[in-house]
């Protein structure tokens, strides 16, 4: 998979791709992953990208003009599945749209800033709108890098048995049961016996209730 992603920010999205699995899913050749300023794609002087809004009001607007510039010269380069526009209103990244996405073959990331993007390339250009949640970030490239890394692992191949993503919360509308590691007993606070014990069957069944009642308890929502 090719991840293109276009920002007025590239020093924002200098690092968190090159760190544990996202690294390795590059390192393997699963996963590409290039940044693109959008200054470099404007024609305008002091390349200019944003512009006051029409009908007066604060906040500047992206400008037509540089954005399409720099997807259609991606465009010519690569055939992408999708343009997603990282948005406060979009639609709310959950699990199931980024099991969808890793399976992509390439994609392309506008990151808003300002107050957003003129209105038509939202029409002509953008075939998906994705928040990362229901708060306002000061521009889309921290919510363009979680969508990254919630797609990249989820690439076939990228993770191994040992991290399999069969098992994270959310995977199956459950949240993740409890997990423990060394000492057995630390200031006298137990591991659970059955952890102990060996007997497999026992240990996934008593996963499976933990799993349940945690999402019960913080997520009933998911149940339904
Ligand atoms: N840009 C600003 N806030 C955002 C959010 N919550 N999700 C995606 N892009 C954003």
Redo the contacts with the bound molecule.
């Keep these: 998979m090719r991840i293109d992603i276009i920002t007025v920010q590239p020093g924002l999205l200098e690092s968190p791709f090159s760190h544990s699995i996202l690294k390795r899913a590059q390192a393997k050749g699963l996963l590409e992953i290039q940044v693109h300023n959008l200054r470099d794609y404007s024609t305008f002087k002091h390349n200019q990208v944003d512009d006051y809004q029409f009908g007066g009001g604060a906040g500047m607007v992206m400008m037509m003009e540089p954005v399409i510039n720099a997807i259609e010269l991606l465009q010519a380069k690569t055939t992408y599945d999708e343009v997603i526009y ?3 209103d ?1 639609a709310t990244l959950n699990q199931s749209m980024a099991n969808q996405l890793s399976l992509k073959g390439n994609l392309l990331l506008l990151c ?1 800033h300002y107050k957003g993007i003129d209105e038509r390339i939202r029409e002509h250009f953008i075939t998906m709108e ?4 229901d ?3 000061s ?2 490239e921290l ?1 363009a890098a979680v969508l990254v890394d919630a797609i990249g692992r989820l690439i076939p191949g990228v993770l191994n048995d040992e991290t399999s993503a069969l098992f994270d919360s959310f995977q199956d509308h459950l949240l993740a049961p409890p997990v423990y590691t060394r000492p057995e007993e630390f200031r006298g606070w137990k591991v659970p016996e059955v952890l102990l014990s060996g007997d497999h069957r026992k240990i996934e069944d008593w996963r499976h209730t933990q799993a349940l009642e945690r999402t019960q308890q913080r997520r009933p929502d998911l149940l339904k």
Excluded: D, E, Q, W
């Excluded at 994705?130 to 949640?133: A, E, L, R, T, V």
């Design positions: 990282l948005t406060p979009g808003g994705i928040s990362i949640g708060y306002v970030l521009g889309g919510a």
